[in-house]
């Protein structure tokens, strides 16, 4: 993995390109979000989801299907989970008045299959706390981007505190969108993910924003575009060496961190990859269409003397 | 920034050296000792086990207060010379008509601080109820803080009975909490199937033993159906003894046909009221409801004057256990709603925590590998530093006996991966001096000072992020923000702090070779 990085890259000439290619990536990122949805989880949605084991290596998927759907459960989803004979169910009613409810459904798939059945995890959420679910997961998202907002908007100018929250909003909506086209669910850990997202690009961001500030104060007759490919070249190893570290312990999260964490992990590789592009492509570029000069940083210079 | 005095050295390795101790005590097996027995939890995700959410239904209960108020309030209107009009309760508020002169008498006494039937609260400023009058028609509803006095009690009683409930069947260190003003949150480690408790919060056991009517008399009577069978008897209103009158309840077998029954004890109180009735009324069926279904409902044939009997049913001896358990532990005072189920069988667990060891293991390795191969000997220090924050934040985490969960696992490995970029940033900048810098003392020494914004600001933006999950998280994803948070804390401790000091080592050692990083 030995990249010589070279030390005077100009950034800014693709910032057109990528920029329309960002766009690009929204728009649909954003249309496919609208037009097919997002599969939410029971977390979200309600319902019953169950991790079945099934002892009898013979049975295959759509004998399952079958007998659930037998049992008139309304919607159901059966789909391979992990380990050969792992299969996760979705059920959409969740009929958490009757206590047998599990228990009859464990019995009538044991006599339908003639196999054992381990019921490994259950999870069952009725509406009431699937709705408050998803309010405080939006709720949270919205309040870090807030945070962030204002954190940055503290510590920096505006412009940057405005670039900032376009890069992270950027990759909030990309990765979004991928789970979207993917049909993968979003589910409580999901939300968690984005969450850090949001820090974690933030985060690469604020690394760049803060050698650019440093920078306008040392070099006081150069332009902005300049001053970004300066900070973005002198910032550049930092930025890869981070995001292939945190990249390693995601990916090693992916392929070894059991079935549940997939979810998790894929949604932060994907977010990791997309902030560090947004940072030097999306949150810089706006520094320099909002025209940040050097004059925008002086003031702070007069503040803190 | 490369000069650290004698003080600040001891209390870095003081610390080190106290959280490697209680890091440590993870491995200790001891549960007596109020210090050794400190250890990192193991979620319900890790170790197997059942959490459920459970919602009081409050507005049996409500509906039951207003009642009496509304024989309150009849007694009150009769007492004061009132005239009132179709007085009756319907949709949780009480309803009459009053003529106006007879409205200002209402008003006066309803709105007297101490009147007893509408309560006024000191603490919330509030009466208990609130009226509104249209043409005459007078409207009285639970006022809000009313409604919060009745929420609050009921939930602190049925708490009460939950936790009596879920004590009886014993299982392993239980955790039952409230959750706003009328949840309750209950954790059940290593239960595998939570069906029995589930049926026995599902029931409010409410035990009533009341006189069959001989003939249909509709208006001191209801119609109710047993248990098991479509049959139905008509049961007088009038409740003999209830189950608050018993002491004790168990399951026995009846020694004459070997059917299982439960046995029970009357107070003083219960004994006495149901030898009286029973005296009265040998040759009558007295029954014995739970729940508004008829258990069963045998022929008096003597007078019962010692207090104990038994009631037969269809019972297996499971099911008279679990009669005479809610019997002991009493009626829960509203039914219980149960909104949320999770369980995570013992064996998931056990393969979750051997995924999340393997990937930490694995993740660690990488990071490790990949620093020394970039940055060789300062790439030691970085995983000096990594090693120790690690450490740190196992120790930290077994000081707050933390709960560790599959996510929080997660988050650990995500410190770790990014725990490092503290030092990344650190040795660029480092690298970068070095290049206008002759001295390295002075290229590490601005290097560590010059990177400290970026880093402080850094770390405070995933901060951010890890404290709005901790508040608005819920289970095992709050897991995840504990061991992020914590860990970015750590971060900051291995890195300004004891990194830097093997920093000045190294600086020390290489201070007249011209070094390259």
């Given at each position: 993995m030995?990249?010589?990085?070279?030390?005077?890259i100009?950034?800014s000439n693709?910032y057109?390109?990528?920029?329309?290619?960002s766009?690009?990536?929204?728009?649909?990122?954003?249309?496919?979000?609208?037009?097919?949805?997002?599969?939410?989880?029971?977390?979200?949605?309600?319902?019953?989801?169950?991790?079945?084991?099934?002892?009898n290596?013979?049975?295959?998927?759509?004998?399952i299907?079958?007998?659930?759907l037998?049992m008139?459960?309304?919607?159901?989803?059966v789909?391979?989970?992990?380990?050969?004979?792992?299969?996760l169910?979705?059920i959409?009613?969740?009929n958490?008045?009757?206590?047998?409810?599990?228990?009859?459904?464990?019995?009538?798939?044991?006599?339908?299959?003639?196999?054992m059945?381990?019921?490994?995890?259950v999870?069952?959420?009725?509406?009431?706390?699937?709705?408050?679910?998803?309010?405080?997961?939006?709720?949270?998202?919205?309040?870090?981007?807030?945070a962030?907002?204002?954190?940055?908007w503290?510590?920096?100018?505006?412009?940057?505190?405005?670039a900032?929250?376009?890069?992270i909003?950027?990759?909030?909506?990309?990765?979004?969108?991928?789970?979207?086209l993917?049909?993968y669910?979003?589910?409580l850990?999901?939300?968690a993910?984005?969450?850090?997202i949001?820090?974690?690009?933030?985060?690469?961001?604020?690394?760049?924003?803060?050698?650019?500030r440093?920078?306008?104060?040392k070099?006081?007759?150069?332009?902005?575009?300049d001053?970004?490919?300066?900070?973005?070249?002198?910032?550049l190893?930092?930025?890869?060496?981070?995001?292939?570290?945190?990249?390693?312990?995601?990916?090693?999260?992916?392929?070894?961190?059991?079935?549940?964490?997939k979810?998790?992990?894929?949604?932060?590789?994907?977010?990791v990859?997309v902030?560090?592009?947004?940072?030097?492509?999306?949150?810089?570029?706006?520094?320099?269409?909002?025209?940040?000069?050097?004059?925008?940083?002086?003031?702070?210079?007069?503040?803190?003397? | 920034?490369?000069?650290?005095?004698?003080?600040?050295?001891?209390?870095?390795?003081?610390?080190?050296?106290?959280?490697?101790?209680?890091?440590?005590?993870?491995?200790?097996?001891?549960?007596e000792?109020?210090?050794?027995?400190?250890?990192?939890?193991?979620?319900?995700?890790?170790?197997?086990?059942?959490?459920?959410?459970?919602e009081v239904?409050?507005?049996p209960?409500?509906?039951?207060?207003?009642?009496?108020?509304?024989?309150?309030?009849?007694k009150?209107?009769?007492?004061?010379k009132?005239?009132?009009?179709n007085?009756s309760?319907?949709?949780q508020?009480?309803?009459?008509l009053?003529?106006?002169?007879?409205?200002?008498?209402f008003?006066?006494?309803?709105?007297?601080?101490?009147n007893?039937?509408?309560?006024y609260?000191?603490?919330y400023?509030?009466?208990?109820?609130?009226?509104?009058?249209?043409?005459?028609?007078?409207?009285?509803?639970?006022?809000?803080?009313?409604l919060?006095?009745?929420?609050?009690?009921?939930?602190?009683q049925?708490?009460?009975?939950?936790?009596?409930?879920?004590d009886?069947?014993?299982?392993?260190e239980?955790?039952i909490?409230?959750?706003?003003?009328?949840?309750?949150?209950?954790?059940?480690?290593?239960?595998?199937?939570?069906?029995r408790?589930k049926?026995?919060l599902?029931?409010?056991?409410?035990?009533?033993?009341?006189?069959v009517?001989?003939?249909d008399?509709?208006?001191?009577?209801?119609?109710?159906?047993?248990?098991?069978?479509?049959?139905?008897?008509?049961?007088?209103?009038r409740?003999?003894v209830?189950?608050?009158?018993?002491?004790?309840?168990?399951?026995?077998?009846?020694n004459r046909?070997?059917?299982?029954?439960?046995?029970?004890?009357?107070?003083?109180?219960?004994?006495k009221?149901?030898?009286?009735?029973?005296?009265?009324?040998?040759?009558?069926?007295?029954?014995?409801?739970?729940?508004?279904?008829?258990?069963?409902a045998?022929?008096?044939?003597?007078?019962?004057?010692?207090?104990s009997?038994?009631?037969t049913?269809?019972?297996t001896?499971?099911?008279?256990?679990?009669l005479?358990?809610?019997?002991?532990?009493?009626?829960?005072?509203?039914?219980?709603?149960?909104?949320?189920e999770?369980?995570?069988?013992?064996?998931?667990?056990?393969?979750?925590?051997?995924?999340?060891?393997i990937?930490?293991?694995?993740?660690?390795?990488?990071?490790?590998?990949?620093?020394?191969?970039k940055?060789?000997q300062?790439?030691?220090?970085?995983?000096?530093?990594?090693i120790?924050?690690?450490?740190?934040l196992?120790g930290?985490?077994?000081?707050?006996?933390?709960?560790?969960?599959?996510p929080?696992?997660?988050?650990?490995?995500?410190?770790?991966?990014?725990?490092?970029?503290?030092?990344?940033?650190?040795?660029?900048?480092?690298k970068?001096?070095?290049?206008?810098?002759?001295?390295?003392?002075?290229?590490?020494?601005?290097?560590?000072?010059?990177a400290?914004s970026a880093?402080?600001d850094?770390?405070?933006?995933?901060?951010?992020s890890a404290?709005i999950?901790?508040?608005l998280?819920?289970?095992?994803?709050?897991g995840?923000?504990?061991?992020?948070?914590?860990?970015i804390?750590?971060?900051?401790?291995?890195?300004?702090?004891?990194?830097?000091?093997?920093?000045?080592?190294?600086?020390?050692?290489?201070?007249?070779?011209?070094i390259?990083?």
């Open positions: 030995s990249f010589k990085i070279p030390k005077d100009k950034f693709y057109k390109k990528l920029n329309i290619f766009l690009i990536l929204i728009i649909l990122s954003i249309s496919i979000i609208l037009i097919k949805g997002l599969n939410l989880g029971v977390d979200f949605m309600g319902g019953t989801l169950i991790e079945v084991r099934v002892e290596n013979t049975i295959n998927i759509s004998e299907r079958q007998s659930l037998k008139k459960l309304g919607d159901v989803n789909k391979k989970f992990g380990k050969e004979n792992d299969y169910v979705k959409e009613t969740t958490l008045k009757n206590s047998d409810f599990i228990q009859s459904i464990n019995n009538k798939l044991t006599s339908d299959l003639g196999s059945i381990n019921f490994r995890r999870e069952n959420v009725g509406p009431k706390v699937s709705s408050e679910l998803l309010k405080a997961g939006l709720l949270a998202i919205s309040l870090s981007l807030a962030m907002l204002f954190y940055i503290i510590r920096f100018e505006w412009q940057f505190s405005l900032a929250i376009a890069a909003v950027h990759d909030v909506i990309i990765t979004v969108g991928i789970f979207s993917l049909s669910e979003v589910n850990s999901i939300v993910a984005v969450l850090t949001v820090g974690y690009s933030m985060n690469d961001t604020v690394v760049i924003f803060d050698r650019i440093e920078n306008l104060k070099y006081l007759k150069i332009t902005i575009s001053i970004s490919n300066i900070s973005t070249n002198e910032t190893s930092r930025t890869l060496i981070t995001s292939v570290t945190t990249l390693l312990a995601l990916f090693s999260i992916y392929f070894f961190g059991g079935s549940i964490l979810g998790f992990s894929f949604a932060m590789i994907i977010g990859i902030g560090t592009y947004s940072s030097i492509f999306v949150a810089t570029p706006i520094l320099k269409y909002t025209n940040v000069k050097q004059k925008t940083v002086q003031k702070i210079n007069e503040e803190n003397n | 920034m490369l000069y650290f005095s004698k003080i600040k050295l001891f209390i870095i390795y003081f610390v080190i050296f106290i959280l490697t101790i209680f890091a440590s005590l993870n491995l200790v097996n001891n549960k000792n109020f210090f050794l027995s400190k250890k990192i939890n193991l979620g319900l995700d890790l170790q197997g086990g059942s959490y459920l959410l459970l239904d409050s507005k209960i409500v509906n039951q207060y207003l009642q009496q108020k509304l024989i309150e309030l009849r009150n209107f009769k007492k004061n009132i005239k009132y009009q007085l309760l319907r949709n508020s009480i309803n009459f009053l003529n106006d002169n007879d409205i200002k008498k008003e006066e006494f309803f709105l007297n601080k101490e007893d039937i509408n309560l609260y000191d603490k400023r509030s009466y208990e109820l609130d009226y509104f009058i249209e043409n005459g028609l007078i409207k009285i509803k639970y006022s809000k803080f009313g919060v006095e009745i929420k609050n009690s009921t939930l602190k049925s708490l009460e009975i939950v936790r009596r409930r879920i009886e069947v014993g299982t392993n239980p955790t909490i409230r959750r706003g003003n009328d949840r309750i949150l209950i954790e059940l480690p290593g239960l595998e199937d939570p069906n408790i049926k026995l599902g029931r409010t056991a409410n035990l009533t033993f009341r006189l009517s001989k003939e008399d509709s208006f001191g009577s209801e119609l109710l159906s047993f248990e098991n069978t479509d049959e139905k008897l008509n049961v007088n209103k409740v003999v209830g189950g608050d009158n018993l002491i004790n309840a168990k399951a026995a077998y009846d046909n070997n059917e299982a029954v439960v046995s029970f004890t009357f107070d003083r109180v219960g004994a009221k149901f030898g009286r009735v029973t005296s009265d009324n040998i040759g009558s069926k007295i029954a014995i409801i739970l729940d508004k279904k008829i258990i069963s045998p022929v008096v044939r003597e007078a019962i004057l010692s207090g009997g038994q009631i049913g269809d019972f001896f499971q099911s008279a256990t679990d005479a358990l809610l019997l002991r532990s009493g009626a829960l005072p509203a039914p219980l709603e149960i909104i949320e999770r369980t995570v069988g013992p064996d998931l667990g056990e393969d979750s925590i051997k995924a999340g060891a990937s930490l293991v694995i993740g660690f390795l990488l990071v490790i590998f990949y620093m020394l191969y940055y060789r300062l790439g030691i220090i970085a995983d000096l530093a990594l120790i924050n690690l450490i740190l196992v930290i985490l077994t000081i707050l006996e933390a709960t560790l969960t599959l929080g696992i997660a988050g650990i490995i995500l410190t770790v991966g990014m725990a490092v970029d503290a030092n990344v940033l650190i040795f660029e900048r480092i970068e001096e070095l290049k206008t810098e002759n001295s390295i003392i002075h290229a590490f020494d601005s290097g560590y000072k010059r400290q880093v402080l850094a770390n405070i933006t995933t901060l951010i404290i999950l901790f508040f998280g819920s289970g095992p994803v709050k995840f923000a504990v061991t992020l948070g914590i860990g804390l750590t971060t900051l401790f291995s890195a300004y702090l004891f990194a830097r000091h093997l920093s000045s080592f190294y600086v020390m050692k290489n201070k007249d070779r011209k390259k990083l």
